[in-house]
């Protein structure tokens, strides 16, 4: 069972052009993170939310966290060719024993000149 | 500060053998938490190791297993491999058990023959 759906799953866009990629799930996370990965190496961490309704800007990039802890986005500005790659969302649930990270399916972004 | 180190990056194994993967955590993180990376299954949650005990456990068989080590070094062993096991190996630490922020190392890329 996937707890957490991407959308979409696969976008190509124009250099200049605005997108944003969802994330969704019926179960209520603790925090939520955003990674980025490229091919051939691990996901790198972008941005962790923890309070419902929390918005956090990364230059270009604008991540929420729904208010109900269950969904988030992230909205990019203006993309560039560099910010290609596979965006994973993850979500943490803290269990008795410790962290146990949920990851999306993942969105698989594609910025041409 | 070094990252999350993974060895080896890449290996060949045949259908039936076993296998072993390393990890060293970023110095000072005592959680290593290991993931399998599959076109088809997304990232998928193996285990997590904090202070050499298992914390979590994923939805994976016996065959898949690990340890970590009193320096926080953690291995994870694959016996009677199949097909199936191809996979990107990824293995993620952080500051504690409960730490939901986790750093990725490049992975290990085993396929099955």
């Known amino acids: 069972t996937q707890l957490l759906e991407q959308s979409p799953q696969f976008l190509s866009i124009q250099e200049g052009e605005n997108l944003t990629v969802y994330c969704n799930s019926s179960s209520v996370f603790s925090s939520l993170q955003w990674y980025r990965q490229e091919p051939g190496e691990g996901p790198v961490l972008l941005v962790t939310v923890v309070t419902g309704g929390e918005v956090k800007k990364l230059k270009r990039l604008t991540f929420q966290f729904g208010d109900a802890r269950k969904d988030s986005s992230l909205h990019i500005t203006a993309a560039q060719p560099g910010d290609t790659g596979l965006y994973l969302c993850?979500?943490?649930?803290?269990?008795?024993?410790?962290?146990?990270?949920?990851f999306g399916t993942g969105t698989q972004l594609k910025v041409e000149l | 500060k070094a990252g999350v180190t993974q060895t080896p990056r890449y290996l060949i194994k045949t259908r039936g053998q076993q296998v072993t993967l390393s990890c060293s955590p970023i110095?000072?993180?005592?959680?290593v938490s290991w993931y399998q990376q599959t076109p088809g299954q997304g990232l998928q949650f193996l285990f997590e190791?904090?202070?050499?005990?298992?914390?979590n456990k994923g939805n994976f068989p016996g065959r898949f297993s690990g340890r970590q080590f009193s320096n926080s070094r953690s291995e994870m062993n694959v016996s009677t491999l199949e097909l199936g096991d191809s996979a990107l190996y990824l293995c993620?630490?952080?500051?504690?058990?409960?730490?939901?922020?986790?750093?990725f190392g490049q992975g290990t890329r085993l396929t099955v023959v």
């Open positions: 190791y904090f202070s050499e005990t298992q914390r």
């Open positions: 110095s000072g993180h005592r959680s």
């Open positions: 993850a979500g943490s649930i803290l269990t008795g024993g410790g962290n146990k990270l949920t």
């Open positions: 993620a630490s952080s500051l504690w058990d409960r730490d939901t922020e986790a750093f």
